[in-house]
Each structure stands twice: as C-alpha cells, then as structure tokens.
C-alpha cells in the first residue's frame, strides 16, 4: 500500500454518502501550495471511506 500525506486547505464543506452496501464515503479537494509559492496551488481529488469519512464529514468545515 503506498501512503501520501498532503496539508493544505478543504475548497468546500464535504458530504458523507453511502454506497449501497451503507458504506459511508466523502469526497473532497484540497488547495495545497507548493513548495515555491510562486509555481502556485495544486487542487488533488480525494476520497476516503468508512470512519474516517464520517469523522471528516463531522469535523472538517471548508478553509480549515
């Protein structure tokens, strides 16, 4: 299994879903910087499922 760790910031509030079988999922965008400020912000797509989505969809709010 590969792991990245990415910091930045939510762009908006995330949903919490479920999947047919109850799962529960959410998907999310992060703004993060690069390490030169002046190259910009990248926007990366991610998903995450089961308790960890339901935590993130409690706990996180969009700017945080």
Do not use: H, Q
């Amino acid at each position: 299994m590969n792991r990245v760790d990415l910091v930045g910031r939510i762009t908006a509030d995330p949903e919490v879903k479920f999947s047919a079988s109850g799962k529960a999922y959410v998907r999310f965008s992060l703004a993060v910087s690069r390490e030169n400020k002046d190259k910009g912000v990248d926007y990366p797509n991610c998903t995450a499922f089961g308790k960890t989505a339901e935590l993130i969809g409690e706990w996180v709010k969009k700017g945080k």
